[in-house]
C-alpha cells in the first residue's frame, strides 16, 4: 500500500476521534452507567503487562522527549481521555510491541503535561483482526468512518465494525494515572478530579466528572459534540458556563477538605444535571443525550 493512501484514511480516523466515534466489540463498561467502582489494583496479569509498558513511560514521561522522538499532537483534549501524541514513523511499522506504542496520552494537571496511558494503534486490511492481548481482541477500540458518519454516534462503544473495511484500531493502556473502568478501557473517567485536583471518589461519579472537566477546558470537547448534532455553539455555551461557576467552588472545597464527600459529588452531578437540562430545552433532548455519553439518564446512586 503505498503511503499517500494510508495517510488519508489515517486522517479520516484521527478527525474522528474528538467527536466520541471510539468503538470496542466488548465494551468493558455499560454505556449508560453512570458510576465507575474504583478497583483497589490491577489484576496480577494486568499489572504485568503495564510493568512491560514501563520503559516507554519512563522515557516519555517529559513530553518533550517525546517530541524529540517524533510524537506529534492530533485531535483535541478529551475530557476522559487528555490529549494523544502520535507517532507516525512506528504506526507505519505497522507491529504491536508493548515497549513501543505508537501514541502517548498527556493531561495537563496542576499546570503541567502527565503522561497518563500509552496508546497502541495499528492499521488493518480489509479481513485483518488486531493481535490478541489480555481481555482478547475487543479491547481494541475500532475507527473505520468517515467524520460526518462516525461523528453522529453518541457514544465511544457501539460493538465491532465491519471487518470487510480498511480500520485504524488502538488500544489504550492507562499505565500512568490508573482507570477505575480497567487498564484497556477507553475512557478514564478518573481524570477530571486529576486534572481539578480533587479526591478520585468511589465510585467514580461520571456525571460529577463531567462537571469538574468543564474547569479543564471541556467545553471545546462538548460544543463540537453539539455541533455533531446539530446545535450552535451559542446554544449550548450559556449552560456550560453556569456549570463550571457552580463547579468552581465546590471543587475548592473538595480540595480544601482533602476528600470528595457525597454531598459535594451530588452537588457536582446537579450542576451537569441542570446543565444538561438546559441544552434539553435549548437545542433539544438529542443534543443534551450527545454530551452525556448517549443517555438523560441520572448518574446512580453512591456507595458508602
Not at 513530553?63 to 487528555?82: H, I, K, Q, W
Not at 497518563?116 to 490478541?132: F, H, I, M, R, S
Not at 469538574?212 to 450552535?232: C, D, P
Request: charge should be neutral.
Amino acid at each position: 500500500m503505498r503511503r499517500p493512501a494510508v495517510v488519508v484514511i489515517l486522517a479520516e480516523a484521527l478527525c474522528a476521534i474528538p467527536l466520541g466515534a471510539q468503538r470496542a466489540s466488548h465494551p468493558m463498561t455499560p454505556i449508560h452507567s453512570q458510576t465507575i467502582l474504583v478497583p483497589a489494583t490491577y489484576s496480577d496479569s494486568l499489572a504485568e503487562f503495564a510493568a512491560q509498558a514501563h520503559p516507554s513511560v519512563e522515557a516519555f514521561r517529559d513530553r518533550s522527549a517525546a517530541v524529540a522522538a517524533g510524537y506529534r499532537r492530533v485531535g483535541m483534549d478529551f475530557p476522559s481521555m487528555g490529549e494523544h501524541w502520535l507517532n507516525t514513523s512506528l504506526l507505519f511499522l505497522g507491529r504491536f510491541d508493548i515497549a513501543k506504542p505508537a501514541m502517548l496520552s498527556y493531561a495537563t494537571i496542576e499546570g503541567r503535561p502527565v503522561l497518563t496511558g500509552v496508546v497502541y494503534a495499528l492499521l488493518l486490511k480489509p479481513g485483518e483482526l488486531p493481535p490478541p492481548v489480555l481481555g482478547g481482541r475487543g479491547v481494541w477500540h475500532d475507527h473505520s468512518g468517515t467524520l460526518d458518519a462516525e461523528s453522529a454516534l453518541p457514544v465511544h462503544h457501539g460493538g465491532m465494525s465491519d471487518t470487510s473495511a480498511m480500520r485504524f484500531v488502538v488500544l489504550h493502556a492507562w499505565v500512568g494515572i490508573p482507570n477505575p473502568a480497567g487498564l484497556f478501557e477507553a475512557d478514564n473517567w478518573a481524570l477530571p478530579y486529576a486534572r481539578a485536583g480533587v479526591p478520585i471518589p468511589d465510585p467514580v461519579s461520571i456525571g460529577a466528572a463531567r462537571a469538574l472537566s468543564l474547569l479543564g477546558g471541556a467545553k471545546a470537547y462538548y460544543i463540537a459534540l453539539a455541533e455533531a448534532e446539530g446545535a450552535k455553539p451559542d446554544a449550548v455555551a450559556p449552560a456550560l458556563d453556569s456549570c463550571a461557576r457552580v463547579a468552581a467552588p465546590i471543587a475548592e472545597r473538595m480540595r480544601v477538605n482533602g476528600s470528595s464527600a457525597p454531598a459535594d459529588v451530588a452537588a457536582l452531578e446537579d450542576a451537569w444535571r441542570t446543565a444538561l437540562n438546559s441544552i434539553a430545552m435549548v437545542s433539544g433532548t438529542s443534543v443534551a443525550a450527545r454530551l452525556n455519553g448517549g443517555t438523560m439518564d441520572a448518574p446512580r446512586g453512591h456507595a458508602h
